[in-house]
């Protein structure tokens, strides 16, 4: 940035500090940042139509048995934008998201604003099975990042910029505000208080709007309710619950064996050939698996199943029911494993979309099974599609609320509202109790660094240990003598513990005060005892490329020490004490709560 322009920030920020409330100025940016994040919901969509509209013009004439070619020539092209342009991997978008909420406070470089409005549609545009909503969020949250560090924002507010980010993505995609809200608080654990609900309103508001100047009043998905809640359906809808909350655990697992699978291949290139195969196998067998699969939905909602399917070779016997609902029941299964081969294999995109796809593809088995097995029973097919999405919803991402709002808000009714709750509730609880963590968090939990909506969990993740870690204690190696001990160490040091390191400074005990409190003052050991014979071994440590203040808490809690070592690229480091990191966690928690 050029001094004139740093002159011209500082004036205004200044003027801001005088005239415009620290409460108002949030206010202000969350509109920014919604208005930001339909430009760019709508900028993603329209790129890929694009490239889609161009591989199927007269111009190129690519047919759809030709389509197993477009998945490798898209990973290709992400390949080298990626490796040569932006010289960075491409990361899950919410997953990476949320490692920089806990570790970063919401820091995220500039790049993350723009990588993803390339890579994404060429991923999708060339026939990836992925979404946009996740890049979209991506790009977004990157952007409300760069505006909160411009406008010296701190960084509470900067995590909460980044919801109204993640709400605006939701907002412009669906048109629907409230699951965008509530898409926030559930995947983000952002605290739903007046503070930060009128922000993430403002922001929702502010993208639709813009999503509408653009786009018209062209929705995702156009459906009216006509079949209302019939009591005696019930049953169905908990079978429904049932097979949703299957699904859902039977996507995450496949999203994992998956993702292992290709981190076993050395090379880009390598995982790039394999999924890029793959994927070209899957869509000549089974063309809605090309691309977001938004228009199957929509057809499905329709009752248009054929349509839906397209060309198959399965074609001369799409009279027979059975062979319709065992084609839908494929893409069920091979959805998520379409999905995720092209996230293992380079591509650029989201899991939410897919997961709605897929959902609506079990939700319309069920149905169809329901309808045809001649028990005397007849359900909405549209219905038990859009109650399909919202279980899949549930079960994938743990964001049951999400789900019933984002489904209620596209048939602009609440006439489901009760199916809504209970397919979802079932999908969710079933769901959980199996898998803990999504396919969103399941990394960070692992590591520890995962926020949540427990406050004492979230404030310890928080926390950044380097604050607490004392480096002013004296060191000593074992060959030392005791006299050496009390003069250059005890005598010139506070501190009532001595590290014991080797010539390459890797820690090997410690030498207490109190240890050699009685033979101190002794002369006749000052030359023949040496501090390896003074020395307690190291059991418990802290390792500060791994550990964090949740796990550090944990480990004075179980040793009742109140001084454990930090151990750093496996040297020593420092120490830090039990009453430090409570006085520090006291602090970050009242600035978190204020």
């Not at 990476?96 to 909420?101: D, K, P, R």
């Not at 359906?233 to 429904?240: A, E, G, M, V």
């Not at 995109?349 to 001649?374: D, E, Q, R, W, Y």
Request: proline share 3%.
């Amino acid at each position: 940035m050029s001094i004139k322009k740093k002159t011209r920030l500082h004036k205004f920020l200044i003027w801001r500090y005088r005239h415009i409330s620290n409460k108002n100025f949030i206010l202000i940016l969350s509109i920014l940042i919604g208005f930001l994040s339909g430009l760019v919901s709508v900028l993603l969509k329209n790129c890929t139509h694009i490239i889609q509209s161009a591989l199927k013009s007269d111009i190129i004439s690519i047919q759809t048995s030709f389509y197993f070619i477009l998945p490798i020539i898209g990973l290709l092209l992400v390949h080298f934008i990626s490796k040569y342009i932006f010289k960075r991997e491409v990361e899950h978008a919410i997953s990476s998201i949320l490692s920089s909420l806990s570790r970063k406070n919401g820091l995220i470089k500039q790049v993350k604003i723009y990588f993803p409005l390339i890579t994404a549609p060429i991923t999708v545009g060339f026939g990836g099975s992925v979404g946009l909503l996740g890049p979209a969020v991506a790009s977004g949250a990157a952007l409300s990042s760069s505006i909160s560090t411009l406008f010296h924002v701190n960084s509470k507010n900067r995590v909460l910029f980044i919801g109204c980010a993640a709400a605006g993505a939701i907002a412009a995609v669906f048109k629907s505000p409230l699951a965008g809200l509530v898409f926030a608080v559930e995947v983000f654990s952002l605290d739903l208080t007046l503070a930060s609900l009128l922000p993430l309103l403002l922001a929702s508001v502010s993208s639709i709007i813009t999503s509408y100047f653009f786009l018209g009043d062209e929705v995702l998905f156009r459906f009216e309710v006509i079949e209302k809640f019939d009591i005696m359906d019930t049953p169905f809808y908990i079978i429904l619950g049932i097979a949703t909350a299957i699904a859902s655990i039977y996507f995450t697992k496949m999203y994992f064996i998956i993702q292992r699978f290709f981190n076993r291949f050395s090379t880009a290139l390598q995982k790039l050939v394999i999924g890029g195969i793959a994927i070209g196998i899957m869509l000549y067998f089974i063309p809605p698996l090309y691309g977001e699969g938004l228009g199957f939905i929509n057809n499905l909602l329709r009752g248009d199943h054929l349509t839906a399917l397209g060309k198959t070779p399965f074609d001369e016997h799409i009279n027979n029911i059975w062979i319709v609902i065992a084609l839908i029941a494929g893409i069920t299964v091979f959805k998520a494993i379409a999905m995720t081969t092209t996230l293992a294999a380079g591509g650029n995109g989201g899991i939410f979309i897919p997961t709605m796809v897929m959902g609506s593809a079990l939700g319309t088995v069920v149905s169809k099974i329901i309808n045809n097995l001649g028990i005397g029973f007849q359900v909405s097919e549209a219905n038990f599609t859009l109650l399909g999405m919202a279980g899949l919803i549930a079960g994938v991402l743990h964001a049951p609320l999400t789900s019933i709002f984002l489904i209620a808000e596209i048939t602009t009714s609440y006439e489901l509202f009760v199916p809504l709750m209970i397919t979802t509730a079932i999908s969710f609880i079933i769901s959980k109790n199996k898998i803990e963590h999504t396919i969103y968090t399941q990394e960070l939990a692992e590591k520890g660094h995962l926020l949540t909506h427990d406050k004492d969990q979230t404030v310890l993740t928080l926390m950044n240990l380097e604050g607490c870690i004392e480096t002013n204690f004296i060191t000593v190696q074992p060959d030392h003598t005791l006299k050496h001990l009390l003069s250059e160490a005890v005598a010139k040091s506070n501190r009532n513990i001595f590290p014991v390191i080797d010539s390459s400074n890797v820690l090997i005990g410690i030498v207490s005060l109190n240890t050699i409190r009685e033979i101190m003052f002794d002369n006749s050991l000052y030359h023949t005892t040496t501090v390896d014979m003074l020395m307690t071994p190291v059991i418990t440590y802290i390792d500060y490329e791994q550990d964090n203040a949740n796990s550090a808490m944990r480990k004075f809690q179980d040793t009742g020490a109140w001084n454990l070592p930090v151990i750093k690229n496996e040297k020593y480091y420092g120490f830090i004490s039990k009453s430090k990191l409570l006085t520090a966690y006291r602090r970050k928690l009242i600035n978190f709560t204020r």
